[in-house]
């Protein structure tokens, strides 16, 4: 079956970095496109960052954008979100997911059907 494990969360100060890795297994990694989220409690889940199958097109919520990116390693079955100029609204459980599809057409939590148990980042001096 599908198994995503997150890895890389922690506390940072703001203005720092993280890198969160997920290693896939179970399916066709490079068939479908894989997404970065975040949920704090009490609110929904929020997409942060959407790979394409090939990595040739992203997608970035507002709020991180120009400071997380996100990439993938087709041979090695990996998704990784590079985390820059943290800052405390960032503080959040991040979880990587699989897509139904290949594209970034769709990005919302809904059409993202296998999830990683997630991974805690704080971001707090």
């Known amino acids: 079956q599908v198994q995503l494990v997150e890895s890389g969360g922690g506390l940072a100060q703001p203005g720092g970095s993280l890198r969160l890795s997920c290693a896939a297994a179970?399916?066709?990694?490079?068939?479908?496109?894989m997404g970065w989220f975040r949920q704090t409690p009490g609110k929904e889940r929020e997409s942060v960052a959407v790979?394409?199958?090939?990595?040739?097109?992203?997608y970035y919520a507002d709020s991180v954008k120009g400071r997380f990116t996100i990439s993938r390693d087709n041979a090695k079955n990996t998704l990784t979100l590079q985390m820059n100029s943290l800052k405390p609204e960032d503080t959040a459980t991040y979880y990587c997911?699989?897509?139904?599809?290949?594209?970034?057409?769709?990005?919302?939590?809904?059409?993202?059907?296998?999830w990683g148990q997630g991974t805690q980042v704080a971001v707090s001096s």
């Open positions: 997911a699989k897509s139904t599809g290949s594209s970034t057409d769709f990005v919302g939590p809904r059409y993202f059907n296998s």
């Open positions: 179970g399916f066709t990694f490079k068939d479908y496109a």
């Open positions: 790979s394409s199958w090939n990595g040739g097109s992203t």
